[in-house]
């Protein structure tokens, strides 16, 4: 049965062959017969319930596994495939779910802002995040619960805390960047990004008890927590494989850290920080009641987690961006050197250390990042599980697809971005397209619109909360990485040309795919 099944889709399934013990081999044949009708039908049901069409579908050959590969491997190119063929609204099949996607600013809008009735995060994340995080937060409880943790973690990103932040994150970076030669042929650059930026996120939120534990147990706990943080954890939520096991593991013991913090905060009455713990302690949910202990560690884990790799990955394209782009980087050095000086040319070691203000008015770093953002977006499609069937663009999604939109394919639209493959910092100059809690202080973050082409921090309900912590930590990363180094991307030896790192989509953050090397040397004056 399994070699008829390959050779009718052309394909082969390794895995069926070493698994089917072939003198059962006609019972084995008529339970995949059964499966294979089964999943037909299930997949096919629901859709037979509505008097409107459904979205088009894009065909496939294998089935369960569908378009699992090309968008798994190359979703922006994959998804403009089909979007030229299809239009912007179409199914298809992926680990023998029905993704249903929905592209371009009018997608954005409909997918971000789906009533609750209709899809839920929850839906599609959950068995994905809830080991990872832990239960009683984020997709683990009712929608309006995790809006008010949400609350209660953006409670502890204000400005009076931003000040108190941007010495804190010069000093880790300038520390950081002290611990490396004075001068590398080849860098791994990512490894290096996600290194500081933990460093960063946990001594400014985390709060220093966590800081001063990162060199023992909580980095090693954190890459283990991070292995659960796979696609394919989207589709199952435990597996009999070490990833899940470690896993697990280090979610109880980083469970049982912050349960010990808690408590020596409370024992030596130390509630004076101005960070996401604390805050988290102080919460109040509206019925009067307050997080439990579990629920306020869990939700540091889950505030860690959403910061690290989008931060540390953003970072990471922002320096190679720069090395690709001498005049940007050049532009930006002089930006500093002006807004802290007065003069466009005082030499790096001379400049100043800067302030929440002064960084604030960093605005070419700004279009820098964002315009880094739009070409590496770090997440590039988001989620949710239809839960009632609901209506778009004439098609009915039914309740069972998971609803999808992506910020990445509009984010390369040309004819909102022309040229949209080229590093071009100045289409933000005069742009506020993007401008978000940034720019927009206080502006309650459901109301900001999701019909746009440029939404790297998402929109709606589940809109980022931690993007102005995001500009302000990436933003002086890389004000203090350009000012201590002079750096550049590594050259083929053969034809001289620039090596700039391909995404890899494979993870569930876009990164460099590994190994993104730059060069770089330390300017003469502030070598060792
Ligand atoms: C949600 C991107 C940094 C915390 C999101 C979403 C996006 C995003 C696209 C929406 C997901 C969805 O709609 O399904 C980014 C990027 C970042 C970044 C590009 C950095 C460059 C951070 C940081 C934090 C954080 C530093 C924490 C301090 C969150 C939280 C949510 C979120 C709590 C809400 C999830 C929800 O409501 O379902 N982020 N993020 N993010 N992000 Fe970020």
């Known amino acids: 049965m399994s070699s008829l099944f390959a050779s009718k889709f052309n394909t082969t399934i390794p895995l069926l062959d070493q698994v089917v013990n072939h003198e059962k081999a006609p019972l084995y044949g008529g ?22 069409p459904l979205p088009p579908v894009v065909p496939h050959r294998v089935p369960i596994l569908g378009k699992a590969v090309p968008y798994g491997v190359q979703p922006v190119t994959f998804l403009q495939e089909c979007m030229q063929k299809f239009g912007d609204c179409f199914t298809f099949t992926m680990m023998g779910r029905k993704m249903t996607f929905c592209l371009n600013p009018d997608g954005n809008h409909f997918v971000f802002n789906v009533k609750l009735s209709h899809a839920t995060a929850e839906g599609a ?35 009076s805390a931003f000040k108190t932040y941007v010495p804190i994150i010069i000093k880790e970076a300038r520390d950081f960047f002290g611990t490396w030669a004075d001068k590398k042929e080849k860098l791994e650059l990512f490894p290096e990004m996600a290194e500081l930026t933990i460093r960063t996120a946990s001594h400014c939120l985390m709060g220093k008890e966590i800081r001063d534990q990162l060199h023992s147990n909580v980095a090693k706990l954190y890459h283990d927590l991070d292995g659960g943080f796979q696609p394919i954890n989207v589709f199952f939520r435990w597996l009999p494989l070490p990833n899940y096991i470690k896993r697990d593991r280090a979610n109880r013991i980083m469970t049982e850290t912050f349960l010990k913090i808690l408590k020596e905060r409370r024992d030596t009455n130390n509630l004076e920080s101005q960070d996401v713990l604390q805050s988290l302690m102080d919460g109040v949910y509206r019925d009067g009641s307050k997080m439990s202990d579990e629920a306020i560690a869990h939700m540091m884990i889950a505030t860690l987690m959403a910061g690290q790799h989008t931060s540390s990955t953003s970072a990471s394209w922002i320096l190679f961006e720069l090395a690709n782009n001498p005049d940007a980087l050049a532009e930006l050095i002089k930006e ?34 964002k315009e880094s953002l739009r070409l590496h977006t770090p997440i590039h499609t988001v989620m949710r599980l239809v839960v009632k069937d609901i209506e778009y663009k004439g098609y009915t999604i039914p309740a069972g697809h998971f609803l999808c939109g992506s910020q990445a394919v509009s984010q390369m639209d040309a004819k909102r971005f022309p040229e949209p493959e080229k590093f071009d910092p100045t289409r933000w100059t005069e742009s506020d397209e993007g ?19 440029f939404l790297p921090f998402g929109a709606g309900r589940h809109r ?7 500009y302000i930590q990436i933003k002086t990363i890389i004000a203090m990485f350009v000012r201590e180094f002079t750096h550049d991307l590594v050259k083929e030896t053969k034809t001289g040309k620039n090596i700039f790192p391909e995404m890899d989509f494979t993870s569930l953050v876009v990164i460099p795919k590994a190994p993104g090397y730059i060069s770089y040397e330390r300017r003469p004056e502030l070598r060792k």
């Open 31 to 52: 339970l995949f017969v059964l499966l294979f009708v089964v999943l037909l039908w299930n997949n096919n049901k629901s859709e037979t319930r509505s008097g409107k």
């Open 464 to 470: 980022c909360i931690g993007e102005a912590f995001a």
């Open 435 to 453: 401008a978000g809690e940034w720019t927009i202080n206080g502006v309650d973050i459901a109301q900001k619109s999701a019909r746009s082409n």
């Open 336 to 369: 500093q050197s002006m807004i802290l000086t007065g003069r466009p040319d005082t030499p790096a070691h001379e400049l100043p250390d800067f302030t929440y203000e002064e960084l604030r008015k960093f605005t070419y770093l700004d279009c820098v990042m």
């Open 125 to 159: 994340y959950d068995k994905l995040t809830v080991p990872v995080f832990g239960t009683e937060v984020v997709y683990d409880v009712p929608n309006s619960t995790f809006m008010e943790q949400k609350k209660f973690v953006k409670d502890a990103l204000t400005t």
